[in-house]
Each structure stands twice: as C-alpha cells, then as structure tokens.
C-alpha cells in the first residue's frame, strides 16, 4: 500500500462490502475487550441500509482500495464522529489524522466522539488531535456494555 496518494472522498452504495471488511477487521483486531453486539452480516446489512445512505460517510482510499472510513452527524449542540476505522494495516501513515482534518473543516466547533476506556491508542490518537475527554460512561449506555469517554474538539 502507499504508491498513490491517499484519496478522501464521500461512500456510495457499491463501497459497502469494503467499508464492512474495514469495520470488521479494525473492531476484530484492536477492540477484542468490546465485541460487538451483532453479527457480521447484521453489521454487513447495517452499513448498507443505514450508514451509508443515511449518514455523511467519507472513505479513505490507498491505491485504489478502501482503508478507512468515517461516519460524520450533526445535532443541535456539536458536530459528531459517529465512526472512525481503519484498516490494521493502514494504521500509522497518518490517513486518521486526515480524516480527522476533514471532520474539523465538514463540522466545524464543537465536535464531539465515544470511544472506549481501554481503547488507549485512540484515546491518544484524539488527545495529539486536540480532543479533550470531557465525561467518562460505564458502559451501559453501548451496546457492547465496555466502560466509554467522551470527547470534545473545540477552536
């Protein structure tokens, strides 16, 4: 990977099946302590019929194939990272800072992020990116009941 330039742009309904293996695969290898609460073909079917047509969902392509993704939101109070995953091997080569970078420019101030308690290189990854951890949950508001922190960005 890494002999084009890292492509951004927003999903279409044919990404489904890769922006799913990239979700898979990054829950699988770096959140074992927070298995999901559904299968993989209810999460295959989820990112069809729901995120992608009904989110803003950027896709990061290395060499022509999808790596990462990100699922963006609004609500009344702050812009939302609602899913941010790349590729274990596409970790590293700073395309989750670009997509971060994305999200400040789409969003604007505040945006705020869940990510889990013991999920410690995400958390770093969000505090060298500016996010301050502003609430820390239990888990029982997540479907995968694992202890979260939330996060906001703001100028």
Known sequence: MGNEP????????????????????????FLPY???AHGDADVRRWIAKVLIPG?????????GEIVGLMALSRDDDAGWIDQLYLHP?????GIG?????????????????YTFQPNEGA???????????????DGSQNEERCPDVLYEWRL
């Open 89 to 93: 091997e596409a970790t590293g080569q």
């Open 55 to 63: 989110t803003d969902v950027t896709v990061a392509l290395l060499d």
């Open 123 to 137: 958390r770093r990854f969000y505090e060298r990116h500016g996010f301050e951890a502003i609430g820390f949950g």
């Open 97 to 113: 800072g670009r997509l971060v970078e994305r999200a400040k420019a789409r969003l604007g101030s505040p945006i705020r992020l």
């Open 34 to 36: 927070a298995p999901l």
């Open 6 to 29: 890292l492509v951004l742009r927003a999903a279409t309904p044919s990404d489904a099946g890769a922006v799913a293996d990239v979700y898979l695969a990054s829950r699988q290898r």
